[in-house]
């Protein structure tokens, strides 16, 4: 099942490493890995059969999450963090975005 992770926050600090924060969700990860092509999608497979689109990324990050092999992520309920790991990053050439039916601000 894909879901798009309709607001989550991306951070990266002085030394170029990347956080994500994203809405906490009750199972655990389960060999958690983000797809990334390089381009303003990523996706995030949490666990078999979960995937969590991070869409419309801000172009000042892909040059540093291209160049990086994980990320931090941070699940949080409202302000309270709830759950961080670390998740690698893989890089592939092309997302099978089509497939999963992303919204586009437009379509609101």
Do not use: C
Request: net charge negative.
């Amino acid at each position: 099942m894909a879901e798009q992770e309709n607001f989550y926050d991306v951070y990266k600090n002085e030394n170029n490493e990347i956080m994500f924060s994203i809405r906490y969700r009750n199972s655990e990860p389960e060999k958690p890995v983000i797809i990334y092509d390089g381009k303003e999608h990523a996706l995030y497979y949490r666990a078999k059969g979960e995937i969590i689109v991070l869409d419309y990324l801000h172009a000042e990050l892909w040059e540093t999450l291209n160049s990086i092999n994980e990320v931090l992520m941070v699940e949080s309920n409202e302000d309270d963090v709830e759950r961080e790991y670390f998740v690698p990053v893989r890089h592939v050439e092309t997302l099978p975005l089509t497939a999963l039916n992303i919204k586009t601000p437009d379509d609101d």
